[in-house]
Nanobody, 115 residues
């Protein structure tokens, strides 16, 4: 499985950004997003099943971020709204053979929230 993340950039506090992840290769059970802020460990952000029927979010992004899946295009998205400076991080797209597993990683895309 190969994953290619894109869509990072600079956004003002309160703004929105959408990350995209192009997936290719074998079918997997779950896709997800992780992030790593400067000086911190990599952390879970959101996950979605291959069908899109089930999702899960880290508490701090619930109600602000939305993960979705477009099977026809083999794409995974992370819509980020009401963004805050603490959302600044490198975001990674992941895929796994079981729910919320992370067997495959894409390269990161940098998101900076600043005025």
């Amino acid at each position: 499985v190969q994953l290619q993340a894109s869509g990072g950039g600079l956004v003002q506090p309160g703004g929105s950004l959408r990350l995209s992840c192009a997936a290719s290769g074998r079918t997997v059970a779950t896709y997800g997003w992780f992030r790593q802020a400067p000086g911190q460990e990599r952390k879970f952000v959101a996950a979605v099943t291959w069908s899109g029927a089930s999702t899960d979010y880290e508490d701090s992004v619930k109600g602000r971020f939305t993960i979705s899946r477009d099977n026809a295009k083999n794409m995974v998205y992370l819509q980020m709204d009401s963004m805050q400076p603490e959302d600044t991080a490198v975001y990674y797209c992941t895929a796994g053979r079981r729910w919320k597993s992370t067997d495959y990683w894409g390269q990161g895309t940098l998101v900076t929230v600043s005025s």
